[in-house]
């Protein structure tokens, strides 16, 4: 059974910075690209972005493009996701999410294992 674990999460003051880091429990990252998203109190659950196995490729939502970066280290079977220059609207719940192929996607139907989230408030 595919498990992923974020962590990571917190509060922290507009223009601030935090990293999320989701680990899988078992060799379940390769050959899959993985994915961020986030949902928002109210709101539908949205990409923030994905990386393909190789870290060659990445994807990222407008609203988040120039301030959060998304690594992976495969050995460690973790993806990471670095979240500079904060802002209040980028208060959510955060998912990592493994997809059903290799290439980038913001379709939440091309991922199918899914972590429990971590919780990120932007204070203003």
């Known amino acids: 059974q595919v498990q992923l674990v974020e962590s990571g999460g917190g509060l922290v003051q507009a223009g601030g910075s935090l990293r999320l880091s989701c680990a899988s429990t078992?060799?379940?990252?390769?050959?899959?690209?993985m994915g961020w998203f986030r949902q928002a109190p109210g709101k539908e659950r949205e990409s923030v972005g994905a990386?393909?196995?190789?870290?060659?490729?990445?994807y990222y939502a407008d609203s988040v493009k120039g301030r959060f970066t998304i690594s992976r280290d495969n050995a460690k079977n973790t993806i990471y996701l670095e979240m500079n220059n904060l802002k209040p609207e980028d208060t959510a719940v955060y998912y990592c999410?493994?997809?059903?192929?290799?290439?980038?996607?913001?379709?939440?139907?091309?991922?199918?294992?899914w972590g429990q989230g971590t919780q990120v408030t932007v204070s203003s």
């Open positions: 078992s060799r379940t990252f390769s050959p899959y690209a």
């Open positions: 999410a493994r997809s059903t192929g290799m290439g980038t996607t913001a379709n939440l139907n091309s991922y199918n294992y």
């Open positions: 990386i393909t196995l190789t870290g060659g490729t990445t």
